[in-house]
């Protein structure tokens, strides 16, 4: 390739890196003019319908050459980009001369966006290192086009370059390059309106593919999608982002412990935003085993694309574990948002997290949550499924139902592996592609591979109210981000009011118990209201249980339980009496943290009659939130004062709920604990008296550092050794008299349990002699 040579004094030469993709939208019709080897002129024209521009009203194979003539610099450089789509690379501005006299563009080169080498920059980063390196795309290919301006203000073709050092891209990629990829304006109405009906970015890929015939046809990529939809969002909720961050920033002075966060770009627009308050700091700490990102609002059928985090407090309620507002939904800012929320949560990533099936967000996760298992919600596959296979559902009324028996009542993955293709093939979906994907999923929505997993869900086959949005009721379609900041306090304050309702309840209500079983009582008095109802559900249903031993090894056990008349559905126990440990195929306590029915079946056999305290999650009692809080959660966030005081309430708290516990056994018991309480009272008021000095009480010394100068008054040795004497004696009567009753409580509690036992098989027998009435009736009725 030759330049033919410009005087120096008149013209610079500079390099110009934009690359054609970000500017190579012509929206309008551009004339171009070729001029080929036998001198006739042919006018030509350029236009773009969506897909990039093509050559029209002239020859769709037309190549570059030596000394053909454009219009303008534009129209040249939308001719190249036209023939690198059809002979299949990209295109991009490298290298621009200029005029010294007027600082006009005399000269422009176009290249294979391959050309040159990748220069390598300055690292930014504190160990030098990218965290996210960039393929490299740069191979030294020299094809290129060089115009440049004529007298006559035409531009000409002055050295064209055909060869490429690379293999170039087939019709069906091309549209993936970057030069290529463009929105065109009817697509972008379509996309503005499937976005106001609510369709995510995948959805509305998915119509543009009928809409256009093929991907290729469309002209751009779901990552375009997304970005230009980002911007659409940017673009709506206009300056009511400022109203939110100034709300953040006021809640953030009012209480130093409010954290939040905003996510900028490389243009300094702001992307996503992300708070938390003190509250959900704490409530984490307590509850943040498992988590859900909840993208209700993430669709434009809402105004607000909205994300709150959740999880479940010990009533079975939601709980918040901080807030996002999304306007960039690409792999990087989730990426971003999750960070900083485990930033927030002071690195203690939670057992589980659930989210909406979205490929961009299972990316982002497993980059951040390596060993947090991922649950895409069921719920919403469902919903999903009601949109995929619409013509499915209308033209088979049974196939919904049989997809949820599919789903949430196989016991096993063989028997769900059996049953899901046992449906494709009764309704002849073979070939579906959604169902195809989801299937593929499977082991990240089916409760059947999960079950290993806690989740805190107390059913399977029935959708929790914690799955249900933080923010129902309360959000709208109609919902404008200002009108959100309101309804936000309103929210949350609704919330604190139920979980103070259900506390209430717990504490003050006493549970009706259904049976005489010690264990029934025992949980009674430890979980929450709501969560004992379950437990009780479970108990009861044991009554309707057999179990049967039917191997045994050194210290394990393993029974078959079945319900009564149900002897083909087993489930299968492995019982460790030394350890009084069990495990059931049903795995519910390992999915939601209360023991199954089966398990209990087995206890009740083996005579086990109270529950053993590793069967008793902290998080599902009435002293959930009781102990200390891990300090190395807070520390990082929140307000040392504050923190602190914190502590030290929930340390009082606790040692002093000992008091109770144990204090309620005996009247004798209860005597001590009070005494002891009550010397607690008067050394407390006594050291508030005193500005919380120290204060020796049980003698005749008392210590007062108020005052400037140290008084020490003296205690009589001598007295104060009887007095210690006499202490002694004291406590050494007390502990006898507490031997003596613990042992007459362990007799008692012999007797009680061979009561209870003999009472227990009664109750065996009676449902023996039962069960053959029933029998016989029901064999009379057939004769």
Not at 56 to 73: K, T
Not at 388 to 400: C, G, Q, R, T
Not at 706 to 729: L, M
Request: some cysteine; charged content about 25%; aromatic content about 10%.
């Amino acid at each position: 390739m030759e330049f033919e040579p410009l005087s120096p004094s008149n013209e610079v030469i500079e390099f110009d890196m934009i690359g054609l993709g970000d500017d190579a939208a012509i929206e309008d019709a551009v004339d171009l003019v070729n001029i080929d080897n036998s001198s006739a002129t042919a006018a030509i024209t350029v236009v773009d319908d969506g897909v990039g521009p093509e050559i029209a009203g002239g020859d769709p194979n037309l190549e570059p050459c030596h000394g053909m003539e454009f219009e303008s610099e534009e129209a040249a450089k939308a001719f190249y980009n036209s023939y690198a789509r059809r002979v299949g690379f990209s295109t991009r501005v490298s290298m621009s001369r200029r005029s010294r006299r007027d600082g006009s563009i005399i000269q422009r080169s176009f290249v294979c966006a391959k050309e040159g080498f990748r220069v390598e920059k300055e690292k930014h980063s504190v160990d030098g290192r990218v965290k996210r390196p960039r393929a490299e795309t740069r191979v030294g290919c020299k094809a290129m086009l060089v115009v440049k301006i004529q007298d006559s203000g035409r531009w000409v073709v002055s050295s064209f370059v055909k060869e490429h050092n690379h293999e170039l891209v087939p019709p069906d990629k091309v549209h993936c390059l970057r030069s290529h990829r463009h929105v065109s304006g009817p697509a972008k109405s379509l996309i503005d309106t499937l976005q106001g009906a609510g369709i995510g970015p995948s959805g509305i890929m998915s119509a543009l593919i009928r809409e256009y015939g093929a991907i290729s046809n469309i002209g751009f990529t779901e990552r375009d999608c997304r970005n230009y939809m980002r911007s659409s969002r940017q673009r709506t909720l206009g300056g009511d982002t400022q109203i939110l961050l100034d709300y953040l920033k006021s809640k953030q002075s009012e209480n130093p412990s409010f954290f939040y966060a905003v996510q900028g770009d490389q243009d300094h627009c702001m992307n996503n935003i992300f708070w938390v308050d003190p509250k959900a700091m704490t409530n984490y700490t307590y509850f943040g085993d498992t988590v859900t990102f909840d993208t209700t609002y993430r669709s434009n059928r809402y105004r607000l694309p909205f994300a709150p985090f959740t999880g479940v407090n010990h009533h079975g309620q939601p709980v918040l574990f901080g807030c996002a507002l999304l306007i960039n939904e690409s792999e990087e800012s989730f990426v971003w948002l999750f960070k900083t929320w485990l930033e927030a949560m002071s690195g203690q990533p939670p057992v589980s997290i659930t989210t909406d099936h979205d490929r961009v967000i299972r990316a982002a996760i497993n980059h951040v949550f390596p060993g947090t298992r991922h649950r895409f919600c069921k719920w919403h596959i469902f919903k999903e499924c009601q949109e995929k296979l619409s013509h499915v559902l209308s033209e088979h009324h049974n196939f919904e139902a049989d997809l949820h028996k599919c789903v949430n009542l196989t016991e096993s993955i063989e028997e769900f592996e059996s049953c899901w293709f046992s449906l494709i093939d009764r309704y002849n979906l073979q070939e579906h592609e959604w169902l195809l994907a989801i299937y593929g999923d499977r082991k990240q929505w089916v409760p059947v591979y999960l079950r290993d997993t806690f989740f805190a869900e107390m059913s399977i086959t029935q959708r929790s109210d914690s799955i249900n949005s933080y923010f129902d009721g309360y959000i709208n379609a109609s919902t404008t981000l200002q009108l959100f900041v309101k309804q936000y306090e309103k929210a949350l304050e609704s919330r604190y009011e139920k979980e103070v309702k259900a506390d209430y309840d717990t504490i003050n209500t006493t549970p009706v118990l259904k049976t005489p079983s010690p264990m029934e009582k025992q949980t009674a008095g430890i979980y929450t209201r709501r969560l004992f109802i379950k437990f009780q559900e479970e108990l009861v249903e044991t009554l309707t249980f057999l179990a049967n031993k039917v191997d045994e090894e050194e210290l394990i056990t393993v029974y078959r339980v079945s319900k009564y008349g149900e002897i083909h559905k087993a489930y299968f126990v492995r019982f460790n009496t030394f350890e009084m440990k069990a495990t059931c195929s049903c795995q519910m306590f390992e999915f939601c943290g209360l023991v199954c029915r089966h398990i209990l079946t087995v206890f009740r056999v083996t005579n086990l009659l109270t529950l053993p305290s590793h069967y008793i999650l902290k998080r599902w009692s009435r002293n959930a939130k009781s102990g200390v809080i891990l300090e190395e959660r807070t520390t990082n966030l929140s307000n040392g004062a504050q923190e602190s005081l914190t502590i030290r309430y929930n340390n009082l708290r606790h040692e002093a709920l000992k008091y109770v516990d144990e204090g309620m056994t005996s009247p004798e018991v209860y005597n001590v604990a009070m005494s002891a309480l009550q010397e607690a009272v008067n050394k407390v008021a006594l050291a508030t008296k005193n500005g919380g000095k120290h204060v020796i009480l049980n003698g005749a010394c008392e210590e007062d550092l108020h005052q400037s100068n140290e008084v020490t008054t003296s205690c009589s040795d001598s007295s104060f050794g009887s007095q210690q004497s006499s202490y002694k004696d004291d406590q050494d009567r007390t502990i006898e008299k507490l031997t003596r009753q613990l042992d007459r409580s362990r007799r008692k509690c012999e007797f009680y349990r061979s009561k209870l036992l003999s009472i227990l098989e009664d109750i065996e027998e009676q449902k023996l002699q039962l069960s053959v009435k029933v029998q016989n009736i029901k064999i009379g009725m057939k004769d």
